[in-house]
């Protein structure tokens, strides 16, 4: 089964900083599109940032010069850097990727979300 695993999360007073992780399990033919997205509560789920396999990068506005999305395609694994972290970043954070799986004799894209990590960032 093919899914992705997050770890990083937790309290963090504000203008600290914190690293998310997501790493792809299971067996798979290709990792594309990785991305960060946020859910705070009572609001609908935002783009934080993605990334490419060639390292081409998109950044949401609010998240722009404090987060640093990044990957290692080795180890199939997407990384978020928050550094100068707000109370208004306090949401939980979820992967998501494009996983490509071999099906018999075709390439199939599963478009998949990560389990959510909780961020909470204190005044």
């Known amino acids: 089964q093919v899914q992705l695993v997050e770890s990083g999360g937790g309290l963090v007073q504000a203008g600290g900083s914190l690293r998310l992780s997501c790493r792809a399990s299971?067996?798979?033919?290709?990792?594309?599109?990785l991305g960060w997205y946020r859910q705070a509560p009572g609001k609908q789920r935002e783009l934080v940032a993605t990334?490419?396999?060639?390292?081409?990068?998109n950044y949401a506005d609010s998240t722009k010069g404090r987060f640093t999305i990044s990957r290692d395609n080795a180890k199939n694994t997407v990384y978020l850097q928050k550094n100068n972290l707000k109370p208004e970043d306090t949401a939980v954070y979820y992967c998501?990727?494009?996983?490509?799986?071999?099906?018999?004799?075709?390439?199939?894209?599963?478009?998949?979300w990560g389990q959510g990590t909780q961020v909470t960032v204190s005044s």
């Open positions: 998501k990727g494009a996983i490509q799986v071999m099906r018999i004799d075709i390439i199939d894209e599963l478009h998949l």
């Open positions: 299971g067996q798979f033919f290709s990792v594309n599109e």
């Open positions: 990334i490419t396999p060639r390292m081409v990068t």
